[in-house]
């Protein structure tokens, strides 16, 4: 079995952020993140009437594997597969990954609630991973999700939330997905597995996060991530 970072993903869920000066707001966030969103910046020129979850700004560095886009309703950070390779984050231990990735959206929330006052009321943390199998991908699913089938269905997709509490008061949904791959060069064969973990904290609470507890939460949540992984992949 091998298992890669196929994207981890920072969320800041926002209700008040003015990005009227979209340049301004795109240049405070390069100055101010310890990692160098050196690429060029992509502001958007929409409506003031588009959705509000639609990124106006888009920020990454030269090689497209740190992204930041930000839209008035949320703040999206990714850390993805290195397009010039293709063959996954190259530094496989999970642990530094998110040591690397937390740091980025701490940096991003201070910017945006310190300069622009903006309420960030909800968080979420999703790690997707591509697991290359040594059986089929719905022999591994069957086996440890599902009782075994008399039929054997072409792909296989299964979600699973589980609604819990993380560092005994972040209320938060968990959700856990797989889904069964097929290769692109013999899709006879589907011996690759997505498997990913999404949680965010429940949208009927606004935790109104300040820099000590969305440390706190991404930490925990991360922990929490880890866990599912190695429960459920090994």
Do not use: C
Not at 60 to 83: C, H, M, Q
Not at 130 to 149: A, C, G, N, P, Y
Request: hydrophobic residues 40%; glycine residues 4%.
């Amino acid at each position: 079995m091998n298992i890669k970072m196929d994207s981890l993903q920072l969320v800041l869920f926002t209700n008040s952020l003015d990005i009227s000066d979209k340049l301004k707001l795109a240049q405070e966030v390069q100055a101010f993140n310890k990692v160098k969103l050196d690429g060029e910046p992509i502001v958007l020129p929409l409506p003031q009437d588009a959705p509000l979850e639609i990124p106006r700004i888009m920020l990454k560095n030269k090689t497209g594997n740190i992204n930041v886009n930000i839209a008035p309703s949320r703040t999206d950070i990714f850390l993805l597969d290195n397009p010039a390779t293709q063959q996954g984050i190259q530094n496989n231990d999970l642990d530094k990954i998110g040591e690397e990735a937390i740091p980025i959206g701490i940096d991003v929330f201070n910017v945006i609630t310190n300069k622009y006052s903006a309420n960030v009321h909800r968080s979420a943390i999703v790690v997707k991973l591509i697991v290359e199998l040594d059986m089929d991908s719905k022999d591994f699913l069957q086996k440890t999700l599902f009782v075994k089938r008399k039929d054997s269905p072409h792909e296989m997709k299964a979600g699973l939330l589980f609604k819990t509490v993380i560092a005994s008061k972040f209320k938060v949904n968990k959700w856990i997905n797989f889904e069964s791959l097929r290769g692109k060069v013999d899709p006879t064969k589907a011996t690759a597995l997505s498997f990913s973990v999404d949680i965010n904290s429940q949208p009927e609470v606004d935790y109104k996060f300040n820099n000590i507890t969305l440390t706190a939460y991404f930490s925990e949540a991360y922990k929490e991530i880890l866990s599912a992984i190695k429960y459920h992949i090994g």
